[in-house]
């Protein structure tokens, strides 16, 4: 497979580490309430969509980028490319 | 029809004229008591045990394809109970024993071959968790021994043992353990299934769930609406597809896993051997063929085919530790989608729907699993409690933190 | 020996003969021959046995869809099993030995099986083998076994080299036939990055096999001049003698370049290259692949498929028969008779099932319409066929054409499924190409030469344009559109003899309908239950007919009964190709400690730590063990001082404004108010609650922290730091850089290691109060040398350990030897340092395996609840706080004189070792110069309470069975006086 890094091109995806749902992004908050149910849910349950899926990668034998990358799982056609980080902020993680 | 001797001499001796299909090809009824969905190794075997040993009656086994098209039909057909968790090995070790009597059980031969797996270890660390991991298979009623070097060299002197990046320290080796004919053992318990009176319908998609206050009555499928007690759900790989219209969602990724095999070779290899410091395993098939793998691509897929660097290096693996095989070819790569748990671990266990039970997340474990599970499964759904030895591959594991994670590698399901 | 077979013409280069050898029998072929064109020249017929049923088998195709002429190519080290006859480009001294033969070829004791044929049908093996029980195991597969499979490997290292490279392109071709030529020199002139590929050694396709008129000169001509143009262009590559063997996703094709297997000897170069080709566009032009007819007996040495036939004759000069009968379904096979018969070659008679009139005028050969060949004899080699007419022919060779397959492979590798195609009587590619992807020619039903020049034209002009380059003007070349028609005829049937249909595999058309009659009736299940079309052809030949027989069989078409799925490769592709040069000392990258080159002038003992090669001990003269090493190692920090690289733990640079609040985050004990010039020891968890990690962290100023993880977990620290900081606090003012190569780092333990780094660390008050425990400082070392010092213990020592950029480490430990020398100071290596930490109770991977909680090592006092940490909300679930948990202790050996093993678990006295009675394990053990005994740490259920116990350490692998007292982790020093000392 091939990532187009939004700041380095088109890279093989070899050079880059998996990690799974964007949603790992949306980290609930540890002294909320419902903290422990919250944080189960968060970490252990997946939609695993047979279709459209926004991912995070990170390039490891890279310039260390976290990417979220929207690909389906069914063709691993990629549709578009992201920094985590814009992500992250877009999704309400400033401070 | 039984197989005995006589019976392949008399369809020799009459132009093999004789023999009946192997299963019926019933249209479904409007109701079932069992309602089996997804026809692979798990869901027949569930079949199976749940008929002859429970005495369950109208059973039916919905399969979306042909029987044996899931994961059953696609994998590297290694039987071991290897395993160091306790939540784990007494599973495999019943599963294991169960394959040591399925011809017998069967009246099949699915070709269970007992010619061992070895696990090679290259650190002192490494060689000290396998005796860890020997000492509960032996506790657990399991074979197991740990090997020197000296003795690796005497059982398999074709390892590189010259000039191996990481030497060969140890290893821990179980004789019974094996490879099964894995299509062989679908077939063998759709047809005993079948002979207990179990309905085996193929081209049967189940397409929902029929749910009435809070209970499963049934399934929606592509031949019409059938009504069932309780409702088994056996579909790993598309175990969330299929539970997202029960509307659950599950601690589950699906992931693909590679395998190849090689051209059929004159006896190689003793048995499995699986390289501890590369993502490198290998058998030798019946047929002759080199069956072998690594790990996951490593990204979510539906895909069931995957891509050249995880090909690549399983090959790199392979020749180091074993380089004679550099001029045997490969000659076919496929993917399997796998249902990826997050600790690694499968689930066989109630739902929180009255009615609806499930079985998945084998990982790429599932196979060797495959008496187990159907055993467990059928015990589940005729006690409506947990067999002993599945009673820590429960959904509610990760609230309570029972994790059975033998890797060690946690809520990350494309490591384990 | 004369080659009887060979006649006038073909490509091969009669001024250049090659001697080799088939079973040890001297032969001499031309330069330009195969293997197989070769053998068929000196008349070798019968070349190999089946599979199954060991059956005479001869050569079938002249490609690499050959079934049965597979050899065991070369000798010792080099033996190359189940080679096609058909692709071996002959070189001199070239051997060749025929396989699956139990004695001569000629008599195989294993043919018995042939004549046991009507009880070894589809599935036999699945009713059978079962009675009784063990005799399966012990006799019926060894038998099974031995005698399956093909060719044998040697069990010799493959002593030859592969090459792995990468290759970017416009456009990849796939075959150089006409369609694929015709392409190349559209794109080419366009100016597209061109590559063009073709599994054959020479360009062409089948323009090199039959005659034809291009452009008006020869097809044979119009391939040179074509080749002349692509020669000259400079963007565009030919890559003979390689296959693109898969399609991978987003235009990533794997390629094979057969480099030196045509040569006797690779010379040390390289025998094989695997190519990764990254294409903007692909075109598929890889012709079509004629299928048999199956009819009774068909699978007689001298049953070929008609197109070779020609080919060999065309091509290499080869005539494989003196009489021979064509059997054909479609009007390729006539061709092949006006072919033959214009080389002089006797054809006797075209057999055609048609009910038509003769699709060509041959004078002097019988033309039978409406008839097919319903026997055959000639046990090694064919020498009659019956026709359903009743006629008997005397014929040495039977041409067979059941029409063509395109071969759609490539297009269909990510799973897309060809449609059926009635007027051509095959698959052709559906419309589910993969992403970038485009067919031409004969693979996509354009079977015709015409068509499928124009259709490459057509189809590279299109590309190009997509490209946004301009298309030339040039016009596609002209030829004609010969006859193809074809009759939907698969099958003699209504005869009581086997018809082959897969041919090595010996599957006949009564498998496949005994495979219907029991109910395996969908197309996987008769690929699987008969085994058709898994043999190392992958059913190129045979699938279709097997696919035709069993819709016939059930009664449903041929698109109703679907296809089994196309798997890569196209053909097979070596092993040792896919594994390039990472074998060997070059699996993995090595990495070596800035003191490697010294501690190996000391003569150490290294171990493979990850990539990592570390010391392990230091042997000196006089020591009989390692352990003696290591004892001595010990012994001699614990009294004086020693020291040890460290260099390979993970080193992660931390700054900014945040970095503080930062590292609270990511670890679970407090961190934020950690003052500037000390170190804290840091618990790190997964967000699962597992610890993972651990290691120390020093405040070197305000905004700058330099963290350290275990040598493990470098890498995966890092990256989940670099996960925290963009994804969890995106606007958090750190970051992060691994600093694990860039600095030398040395522990310098014992009780005067304080002495000895005073002579190396400049000015700096290094008394207890000036540098205390858990100080840490930028420094200069050695009067000027940058560095850092920080002081830590990982032995229970009074310790410090001391870093310098990674270029000065060499030159430190050094200096820190020389430094050290009045006190004795000792090198130590892993396993001492190992000993040292479990003396001491610090835990280790060996401990924190992944598995284990802040709870299970007794430092739940670490996870605070003041503050949300990763893993501090599910570190507490309940099972993993439970009171039956496992808990870190420390184990003694009641007698001193037993030993301990690693991987031993715990038990009751008086308990059988079940998994109901295990209560826990042994991690880690050493023999303690200390305690002068062995000691060791493990987890053991509710252990932090049961010191003083007796129980047993059980390790049945290792057949050992010992007393041992549970203590406390902290074994040496638990007060820890001496490292703060």
Redesign the interface.
Known sequence: MIINHPLLGPRDANEFIHLGDESMIDRPDGMGEHAAKNFHEYLYLRDNPAGKYRELWYHEAGDRSWLVVTRDTVTHEIFNVELARDVARSRGRSK | MRYSAFGILKQGLTGNKGWKPVWREPEPKKSYDYIIVGGGGHGLATAHYLAKVYGGKNIAVLEKGWIGSGNIGRNTTIVRSNYGLEGNQPFYEMSLKLWEGLEQDLNYNAMMSQRGILNLAHSDGQRDAYAKRGNAMLMSGADAELLDRAAIQKMCPFLNFDNERFPIKAGLLQRRAGTARHDAVAWGYARSADLHGVDIIQNCEVTGFQMKNGKCLGVQTSKGMIKAKKTAVCVAGASSRVMEKAGMRLPIESHVLQAFVSEGLKPTIPGVITYGAGHFYVSQSDKGGLVFGGDLDGYNSYAQRGNLPVVEDVCSGGMSIMPMIGRARLLRMWGGVMDMSMDGSPFIDKTGIEGLYFNGGWCYGGFKATPASGYCYAHLLATDTSHENASQMRLDRFIRGNMIDEKGVGAQPNLH | MKQAHRINGGLVNKSKPIKFTFNNKQMTGYEGDTLASALLANGQRLVGRS?KYHRPRGIFSSGSEEPNALVQLRSGA?????TRATVVELFDGLTSESQNHRGSLDFDIMSVTDLLS??L?AG????????P?AF??KIY?PI???S???????????P?K?D?GFLHCDLLIAGAGPSGLTAALAAGRAGARVIIADEDFLLGGRLLEEEHTVSGISGQDWVQKSKDELDAMPNVRILTRTTVY?S?????Y?ALERKTDHLADSGNKPRQV?W?I?SKRAMICGGATERSIAFPNNDRPGIMLAGSVRAYATRYGVAAGTNIAIFTNNDSGWQTAVELVSKGINVTAVIDPRDTAPRAHIPGVAMIMGASVCDTQGRKGLNRITLTNGQVLNVDCLAVSGGWSPNVHLTC???GRPIWNDEIAGFVPGGNLP?GQSIAGASNGEMTLGAAIKSGHKTANAIVKELGLSPSRSQAPKAEDEGFAIMQYWHVAGY?QRAWIDLQNDVTS?DVK?SQ????K?V??LK??T?LGM??D?GKTSNILGLAVMAEATGKTIPETGTT?F???YS?????A???R???????P?RLTPSHNWADEQGAEF???GNWMRAQWFPKSGDKTWRDSVDREVKKTRKSVGVCDVSTLGKIDIKGKDAAEFLNKIYSNPFAKVPVGRVRYGLML?????C?DDGTTARLAEHHFVMTTTTANA?LVY?NM??AR???????DVHLISTTDQWAQFAIAGPNSRAVLSKIIDKVDMSNDGFPFMACSDVTVCGGTPGRLFRISFSGELAYEVAVPARYGDALIREIMAAGEEFDITPYGTEALGVMRIEKGHVT??EL???MTAFNVNMNNMVSVK???IG???S??????ADNQVRLVGVKTVEKTDSL?????FLAKNDK???A??QG?I?SVCYSPHFEQHIGLGFLERGHERHGEIIRA?????GTDVLVEIVSSHMYDPEGGLQRG
């Open positions: 599979f080099h033996q190359e099993p189940n009507p009880f049908g036999f093996y699945y009713k059978t083998f079962m009675w029980k399966w195991e597969e099974i076994r031995s399956a499979g093909l060719g044998s490997l040697s069990k010799l290292e493959d030859d592969y792995k898969g991978y996703d987003h235009g990533i794997g695997l990764r990254y590798h990510q799973r992403v009581k009564k005994q009659a029991e109910g395996f969908s996987e299940h699987r239950y085994t043999a190392t992958q799925i798997r890569p490769p097979p592709v070596a092993i040792g896919f594994g390039g990472e074998r060997g000392q070059h699996f993995h090595t171990v493979e730590v997964r967000e699962d609650g597992i993972y890498v990256r670099e996960f963009q994804c969890l606090f995106p606007d958090l991977g060996a395996n992944g598995q503050k949300d940490s501090s909300v599910l507490r679930r309940e099972v993993m706080v093993s690693s991987g031993a678990h070792p079940t998994t009675n295990d394990w991690t059980w390790d049945g692998v290792r």
